[in-house]
């Protein structure tokens, strides 16, 4: 079984800063990893998504992520938020192979606040 | 392309009444599956199908079923709501059991059990 943890609930950032949401992980079998992003009354959707090769994954809208197996982490990273980027970002583990009952685990999310 | 096509966006319901959730995709995804949002949770599985006729249980299937009698559609059913199963809920879909591809999310249907 995978587990997920994304410590910080919430993280407020003013427009134009960087910002590093984090991801934990915690899995006995070699795992993918993915980013995705709610926006208010909304689905989900994909943000980036780390499969194998360049542990640097660029997205969509600016964003990238950094897979760490050592510190078992995929942070997600973007150089300067817009206030388009207020949402709530989820990131989530899947094992590598599947077996039956294998699922995308979630972690409780980050919900990003851009202020002008 | 629609994609993910969930209805209702919207239901209350009065607890121990029952409703289906429509789920349908266009993509001929192979891989379908609902998940529950809850408030400092995340997503929980509740349900998976990995085709037509196949369907199995996931993180929290208690009080739901489900049935897949084509690939496009993948209802969810409440048999006896209760004010537990409040929460917005997520149908998913992806091309096949390659756990690498993107997994496609509907909208969400907000529920409410009063």
């Known amino acids: 079984a995978q587990s997920v943890t994304q410590l910080d609930s919430q993280v407020p950032v003013f427009e134009e800063a960087p910002v590093e949401l984090r991801c934990n992980y915690s899995?006995?079998?070699?795992?993918?990893l993915f980013w995705y992003v709610q926006y208010p009354n909304q689905g989900l959707q994909l943000l980036l998504k780390?499969?194998?090769?360049?542990?640097l994954v660029k997205g969509i809208n600016g964003f990238e992520a950094e897979f760490n197996k050592s510190q078992t982490s995929f942070h997600l990273r973007k150089p300067s938020v817009h206030i388009s980027d207020t949402a709530e970002y989820f990131c989530a583990v899947r094992a590598s192979r599947l077996r039956s009952g294998d699922k995308l685990t979630f972690g409780t999310g980050t919900r990003l606040a851009v202020r002008p | 392309n629609a994609g993910v096509t969930q209805t209702p966006k919207f239901q209350v319901l009065k607890t121990g009444q029952s409703m289906t959730l429509q789920c349908a995709q266009d993509?001929?995804?192979?891989?379908m599956s609902w998940y529950r949002q809850d408030p400092g949770m995340g997503l929980r599985l509740i349900h998976y199908s990995v085709g037509a006729g196949i369907t199995d249980q996931g993180e929290v299937p208690n009080g739901y079923n489900v049935s897949r009698s084509t690939t496009e559609d993948f209802p969810l059913r409440l048999l006896s709501a209760a004010p537990s199963q409040t929460s917005v809920y997520f149908c998913?879909?992806?091309?096949?059991?390659?756990?690498?591809?993107?997994?496609?999310f509907g909208e969400g249907s907000w529920l409410t059990v009063v």
């Open positions: 780390y499969l194998s090769g360049s542990t």
């Open positions: 998913a879909s992806s091309s096949d059991r390659s756990s690498g591809n993107t997994i496609y």
């Open positions: 899995s006995s079998v070699s795992v993918y």
């Open positions: 993509m001929n995804h192979e891989y």
